[in-house]
């Protein structure tokens, strides 16, 4: 008998392992044919057959993102709405959420449904755009922190999280005599690292990720976010690669065209990607155990 599970244990840790490998594959595969394609040159790469190396290597299509001097800003833009939109975000949501565990909150239920409600119905984009623009906060740099202080998602997690935190370490804090701020900095956040990770990096992706809010609330080009920028740039370039190709007699002209709008794409997808490929190893051990806690329900 013992033998018999020896070998359906060995089975099934051999179908995990083949599907572990299957899955990774699936994943790093289409990153390694990315990357070929971004360094390698656009002209060449319309030829097909690259798969996980460039054919021929080039810097072409980078040369073309910073051959201008506003990306360099955009870069600086994101990163500020990055850092101080996460941070805000964090601190803010952490006091909200654990002012809504809190036992004693009046309303504390009738609180939580109204704050979960509007996760189920969203006002639209010209409501958004008129709410915004009476606060004065369109075209500008504001416009991409404030809005997106507070995410229901994140704060239930949150909660959650502080919830399963013991209250006897609590109780025992304010019979030393700590008051609610000096729990919350001293005892909950220092025990919170996992959540907190958790909602940081959720935080950091959407601001960084964020082309949406730059192409349709902010009208000044020093304002633009990198996202936003490489997503003008991209479907310039896709247009004007677009009309050589339909306008007979000018096939010739592409030969001159080191990049296409396919190479350039790949080439902001390897941009936008590598700041978060560097950071998540970083975090990866809190986010796993934070988004694992901080999920289940009470």
Known sequence: MSHKKDISGMIVRIISYICIIGLSLSIILPLLNIFAL??????????????????????????????????????????????????????????????????????RRLITFFIFFTMLFSGGVVPLYILLNNLHITDTIWVYILPSLYSVYNLLIMRTFFNQLPDSVQEGARIDGCNEFQIFTRIV???????????????????????????????????????TVLQDMLTTQQAISDALKQKSGMYQMLDKITITGDSLQMAVIVLILVPAILVLPFVQKHFVKGANIGATKE
């Open 38 to 107: 971004a360094f390698n040159s656009g002209t060449d790469a319309e030829r097909g057959g690259i798969y996980f190396w460039p054919r021929e290597f080039s810097l072409d299509n980078f040369r073309e993102l910073f051959k201008k001097g506003t990306i360099v800003n955009a870069l600086m833009i994101s990163i500020f709405r990055t850092v101080v939109g996460t941070i805000l975000s964090v601190v803010l949501t952490a006091m909200a959420a654990y002012a809504l565990k809190s036992k004693t909150l009046p309303f």
């Open 189 to 227: 956040l220092p025990m919170s690292k996992p959540v907190i990770a958790t909602v940081a990096l959720f935080n950091a992706v959407s601001q960084w990720n964020d082309w949406f809010t730059g192409a349709f609330f902010v009208r000044n080009p020093d304002l633009k976010p990198l996202a």
